[in-house]
């Protein structure tokens, strides 16, 4: 069957269940609060993307998404694959669910996101990335120029120097860790990973993030992902402590890859 | 009210395509959609922290054996911005939660919606992403 059916056959299975479902099930829940929390924000606010009095473009703002969740390959380009190497290829389909660093409350890495949302922070100097979900840490982006230091420490989020080409910012980033996974699905790489991001904020709502993620140490080639994060109008950062009750991670069974 | 197998299996059938990723670890690899479980009962302890929140319900069976369930929420960040408070639940409080077990045969599961002790049927933030909850009808 051709991915197209398959499409079409699963969109028919939602919309048959879906009908079934509002037939013959109770009326849907709701929140405490009635319309729920999100439903009372604002609508996403449109035009263009809107500039600093300087002229660069702003990114500041709270952001959703913007990166890998379950699948990295959710963000490759239609028809392509990832091009890992065999050996790599095993070590993920090895792994299990119970130990992704980002369940044990440890962070994402670079460039996975988590379910929660995060803010961006300009200054002269640097630009921060301020995440409120796994681990509520932040990345630091070096935006005066400065080169990568030689023999980096391996750390979780590397270090990452920005500049801007036109109106998007660039942000290149080395000497990572090798502990992180990439997705929930424990896509792997190496410390030989090195990404360049693109941040365009294509316009108010919209950050468009490419991603080049180059690491011979588990990949044939360099290859491109894309996410899309979007504006968070009205919403604030909240207190997100994921050590404080992580105890039932060894009830989880799974393979990774059966995300 | 009776629910027919085809509806279980539709609403197991949503749920597996609405590829939870609310959790900051993978659902389907510690919870099976295939395997709905409706609880009710009263709630003996409530654990209103990150990254789950998390309640426990003392269900008795037919035979007067009590069992307690550990029931595993959204984090407070999400429920918050859905309408939860710290105190929509309630020690005491009579509930009937619908959601999915733990893989591992635990009595533990994912509450999906829980039926409050006043009526409402509340969304629980598990396992639609974290999304507006569906419209109040």
Redesign the interface.
Known sequence: MSRISRLAS?CF??V???A??AQ????????????????RAPAAPTGPAPRLPNGQIDLSGVW?GGGP??NIADGLAKGETLPIKPEWRKIMESR???D?P??N?LPTGVPRR???PWRILQTPTHTFLLF???IHSYRQIFMDGRRHPEDLDPTWYGHSVGHWEGDTLVVDSVGFNDKFWFD?QGTPHTETLHTVERYTRTNMATLVIETTIDDPGAYTKPFKISFTARLRPGEEL?????N???G??Q??????K?? | MRVSVGVLAGLATMVLLARPVVAHHSFAAEYDANKPVTLKGTVSKVEWMNPHARFYVDVKDEKGTTTNWNLELASPNVLVRNGWTRNSLKVGDEVTVEGSRAKDGSNMANARVVKLADGRRVFAGSSGGDAPPPAQK
């Not at chain 1, 009830?251 to 990774?256: D, E, L, N, W």
């Open positions: 699963l299975v939602v048959a269940a879906a079934l479902a013959q099930t109770p009326p849907a829940a709701t929140s405490p609060a009635g319309s729920g929390g999100l439903n959703q969740v379950g299990k669910a119970k992704d980002e369940a409350c988590d379910p929660y409120e979900g796994n929930f909240m207190e997100y402590i994921c404080e009750n992580n039932y991670v009830h989880i069974t799974g393979a990774a059966e995300f």
